[in-house]
């Protein structure tokens, strides 16, 4: 294994003796196997350290199932994190897929030196994230602990049962019906569990004629929970053009819409996950187990950030 390091340098980062290294080095025998993938690592931890120093990019790849919007705002946060780790310089590439599995697969072949990951936590996903050889951490959506090496973001069940909590408490003792739009997975779990004895109407999109015709058909409707994170704008027109009020309106993600649709009170509370803080804690994890940053390797699960009309931050769009 050719390498710049002297014997020194790679006995000091493997806590060897200097004859140990140099018997491994030149082949004499007499290691133990153990021994001789210590100090393989202890080189190719002096390699991270070196390309650190010089400034060439830690490749981080970014997998993610999900919405446009929401893979937009991921890449953002990562883009404004990514000069904070100089003079570790980051290069990622993110993957917007609809087959996870086969995305894992395809950057398995390639130069990459960690993972972020948001997929559903479906056992083909866990066994394509167990056969990789780079660091992976997931983002919301867990995998078991010996599948990645940390996890970062928020439950999306606990998301969904926070957004009915406020439904529920909004709407006080007067009576109502609850409009889901967008409601799938973990979210609306979470939202149902939370809310049994309300009736829900559900629509699986933000636009057109099935919207208008739920709430034609259903003057009780009072409260309206968006699951996903776009489209609330028309859920308001709707509303105005069928000369319907509605008392509570919660919904996820501090867009530049929903910022918007905040300060003008038509919607009750945002649910808004600070995205930067996650990835940061994920691209820490990654470059800990790179060796490349000093420090223990742990997950962050973050809370969600209820916004109100009275606390949207200053600087939110």
């Known amino acids: 294994m050719k390498h710049p390091y002297r014997i020194r340098e790679i006995a000091a980062r ?15 025998g007499g290691v133990r196997e153990s021994t001789v993938r ?12 070196e390309q650190a120093q010089s400034g060439r990019p830690f490749v981080i790849d970014v997998v993610l199932r999900t919405s446009r919007r929401f893979s937009a705002a991921v890449r953002a946060a990562l883009d404004a994190e990514a000069p904070e780790f100089a003079p570790v310089a980051l290069r990622i590439r993110t993957h917007l897929t609809d087959d996870p599995v086969t995305m894992l697969e395809r950057i398995g072949r390639s130069r990459s030196y960690g993972l972020i990951v948001l997929a559903p936590p479906a056992p083909e996903v866990a066994d394509a994230v167990a056969r990789l050889s780079v660091p992976v951490v997931t ?4 995998l078991p602990a010996g599948k990645r090496i940390a996890h ?8 969904g049962a926070t957004a009915a909590y406020l439904v529920e408490r909004l709407l006080a003792d007067r009576a109502g019906d609850v409009l889901l739009i967008n409601g799938r997975g973990e979210r609306e779990e979470g939202f149902r569990s ?9 629509v699986a999109g933000a636009n057109g004629a ?3 015709a739920v709430l034609a058909a259903n003057p009780s409707v009072r409260a309206v929970y968006s699951a996903g994170t776009s489209g609330n704008a ?5 509303f105005a053009a069928e000369r319907r009020n509605y008392d509570v309106f919660v919904a996820h993600g501090l867009d530049r819409e929903n910022a918007t649709l905040l300060r003008e009170h038509r919607i009750s509370a945002v649910l808004h996950q600070d995205l930067r803080t996650d990835v940061r804690h994920a691209c820490r994890a990654i470059l800990r187990a790179q060796g490349v940053l000093p420090g223990p390797i ?3 699960p973050s809370a969600v950030h209820v916004i109100t009309p009275f606390n949207v931050p200053p600087a939110a769009f």
């Open 14 to 28: 493997a806590g060897l003796s200097h004859a140990t290294v140099d018997r491994v080095l030149h082949h004499r």
């Open 210 to 212: 099935p919207l208008r």
């Open 234 to 238: 028309a859920v308001v027109a709707a």
């Open 152 to 159: 970062v973001g928020v439950d999306g069940f606990d998301s």
């Open 298 to 300: 742990r997950s962050h």
């Open 194 to 202: 939370v809310l049994p004895s309300r009736r829900l109407h559900t």
């Open 38 to 49: 210590v100090v393989h690592q202890a080189i190719a931890d002096l390699d991270r350290q």
């Open 139 to 142: 983002l919301n959506h867990d």
